[in-house]
C-alpha cells in the first residue's frame, strides 16, 4: 500500500470500513458515498482517491480520519492531526481540485493547513446550513416540473450556464469551451437527474440531483429565471424534486445553502428542510 506523510491512500480491502464510516453521517457523506457505491475505492474507477489519517492498515476496522481527494477535495472526519496529514498529503502535488467542500469543522480545519501554500482562495463560505427532508414536502410541488429529456438539451443549458455563474461566480464554459461541462449536465439528463419547469421553450425553474447515493440524493443547481422569482416558483419546483426523491427514490432529499441567502432559507423551510448540519466551502 502506498503510505505518505500519515495518510495511507485506501484501496478496495478497505471497503467495509469505508462503507461504515460513510454511513454513520449518509447526509453528509452523500457526495462520497454516492461514488462509492458505484465505483469501489479504485482510484482509477472512482475518479479521486480515498485518503484514512492512519499510515498503519485498519486493524480496528474503523477509520478515525476520511478524506476524498478528486474534482473537490472532500474531507469527512478527522481531528486536527489527521487534517495535518491530508494537508501534506495534497501539498506534495499540484492543486488540481476546484473547490474544498463538506462539514465544515473539516473543511476549514483542512483549509487552515493548507491556506499559505494554496491560498488566497477566490471565496470562502463559512456557513452553509445542511438541510435534510426524508418526508414528502409540507408544501405542494410544481406539477409542471419534470425531468429533462435528453433532447432538450440546448434548451436546458443555458439555464444552467446562467446558475452556475451566478452560483459559483465564474463561467464552465472558460477553458474547454464548455465541453466538461456540457457533458456533465447531459450526464444528468440521461440519469433522469435534471429537473425544470418550461415555458415558451425556455427554462423558468430548474434542479438537479447532484449526486445519489442508496439512501440520500443532495440537490443542488436551484435556479429561477430573474424575472419569474418572488412568485413562488422556486420553493414548488424544489418541492417537485424533493417528492421524486422520497416518493419516487425512497432516498432522503439533502441539500446545502449559503446561511445569507434568507430567502431560499426561507424557502426550504416552507418545504420542510430541517438543519442536520453545516458545511463550508472554499473555490479557488
Request: glycine letters at 10%; charged letters at 25%; hydrophobic letters at 45%.
Amino acid at each position: 500500500m502506498l503510505r505518505l506523510a500519515g495518510a495511507r491512500l485506501l484501496d478496495d480491502r478497505d471497503f467495509p470500513a469505508v462503507r461504515a464510516a460513510l454511513a454513520a453521517d449518509p447526509v453528509g457523506s452523500c457526495m462520497v458515498s454516492a461514488r462509492v457505491e458505484v465505483a469501489g475505492l479504485d482510484p482509477w474507477r472512482l475518479g479521486g482517491e480515498l485518503w484514512a489519517a492512519d499510515s498503519r492498515p485498519l486493524r480496528s476496522g474503523r477509520i478515525q480520519g476520511l478524506c476524498f481527494s478528486g474534482p473537490n477535495l472532500i474531507p469527512l472526519r478527522g481531528n486536527a492531526s489527521a487534517l495535518r496529514s491530508f494537508a501534506d498529503r495534497a501539498l506534495r502535488r499540484q492543486r488540481t481540485c476546484s473547490s474544498l467542500v463538506g462539514p465544515a469543522d473539516q473543511v476549514l480545519g483542512l483549509w487552515d493547513e493548507l491556506a499559505t501554500e494554496w491560498g488566497p482562495a477566490r471565496e470562502v463560505r463559512h456557513d452553509q446550513p445542511l438541510l435534510a427532508l426524508d418526508s414528502p414536502p409540507a408544501c405542494t410541488p410544481d406539477h409542471l416540473v419534470r425531468a429533462v429529456r435528453p433532447d432538450e438539451l440546448e434548451r436546458y443549458l443555458p439555464a444552467a450556464i446562467a446558475m452556475f455563474i451566478e452560483e459559483v461566480g465564474i463561467d464552465p464554459r472558460a477553458g474547454d469551451g464548455g465541453a466538461s461541462y456540457r457533458a456533465r449536465v447531459a450526464e444528468l439528463i440521461a440519469g433522469g437527474r435534471a429537473f425544470a419547469r418550461f415555458e415558451n421553450g425556455e427554462v423558468v425553474f430548474k434542479a438537479e440531483i447532484g449526486a445519489l447515493s442508496a439512501t440520500v440524493g443532495q440537490i443542488q443547481g436551484v435556479w429561477v429565471r430573474p424575472d419569474r422569482r418572488g412568485h413562488g416558483l422556486g420553493t414548488k419546483g424544489t418541492a417537485a424534486v424533493v417528492s421524486r426523491l422520497v416518493r419516487g427514490m425512497g432516498r432522503t432529499a439533502s441539500l446545502y445553502v449559503n446561511a445569507y441567502n434568507d430567502p431560499a432559507l426561507a424557502a426550504y423551510r416552507k418545504i420542510g428542510f430541517q438543519q442536520v448540519g453545516s458545511y463550508a466551502t472554499v473555490l479557488f
